[in-house]
């Protein structure tokens, strides 16, 4: 069981703090292939945008070749939890407090603090807080996010922050009510390695 992270766009388009696009859990499991038989293998479970209507969001089921196809840069940050935290990630995922944590309204710079908008990387630090806590209430869930997550400052330029929320249906800041933060894949795994013992990180690069 692992958590993977992949670069979308080139690193020189990404705001400072900033280095990975899309995060997902990775489970080892039984999967099913289209002629009935079943091999192992890893599963990834996604929260992405719709391509239809950006604004909006689903969870999703896909496989390594799916979630690395397109990336502007073979690198992978890969976080391994306690095993613990895996059981208790486990249970989550197959139960139905999993997609009860999706909130559909997306937006690409969501804030983990609320419960307005969600991205990948909040949904996924919803659903460690979820097994951390052993809770599926969402307020339960944020007041301890805030009280020990070190969110991302969004440092981009206030006037083109405005401009990408006007313009571009993925962008809102409806769900910051001060200066935007957001979850990155980086401050999850400094979150876990504060108060996982046992978790790791690594970063995979082709060369």
């Known amino acids: 069981f692992a958590w993977h992270a992949r670069m979308g766009r080139p ?3 990404m705001p400072e703090g900033m280095h990975f696009t899309h995060v997902a859990f990775a489970v080892y499991s039984s999967i099913t292939l289209a002629n009935g038989n079943t091999v192992p293998g890893y599963a990834v479970h996604n929260l992405y945008q719709k391509s239809d209507r950006p604004n909006l969001s689903e969870l999703v089921q896909d496989y390594p070749i799916d979630f690395f196809a397109g990336v502007a840069a073979l ?11 895996q059981q208790r990630l486990l249970a989550v995922i197959s139960s139905p407090t999993y ?6 309204r997306y937006s690409l710079i969501a804030n983990p603090y609320t419960v307005d908008r969600q991205n990948c990387t909040e949904f996924v630090l919803d ?6 806590y052993q809770t599926g ?6 007041a301890n996010t805030k009280a020990y997550f070190n969110a991302q400052p969004v440092k ?3 006037l083109k922050l ?15 009510p ?7 894949f980086e401050k999850i795994s400094e979150y876990l390695q504060a108060y996982d013992q046992g978790s790791k990180v690594v970063v995979l690069r082709s060369d």
Do not use: W
């Open 75 to 85: 690198e992978a940050g890969i976080l391994i939890p306690s095993p613990d935290l």
């Open 178 to 184: 001060g200066k935007p933060v957001t979850a990155t």
């Open 99 to 104: 997609a009860s944590l999706h909130e559909p």
């Open 156 to 158: 981009v330029n206030p």
């Open 137 to 142: 209430d969402i307020r339960t869930i944020k």
């Open 162 to 176: 405005m401009l990408g929320a006007m313009f571009i249906k993925e962008v809102t800041t409806v769900d910051q």
């Open 11 to 13: 690193l020189s388009e």
């Open 127 to 132: 659903v460690i807080n979820s097994a951390i």
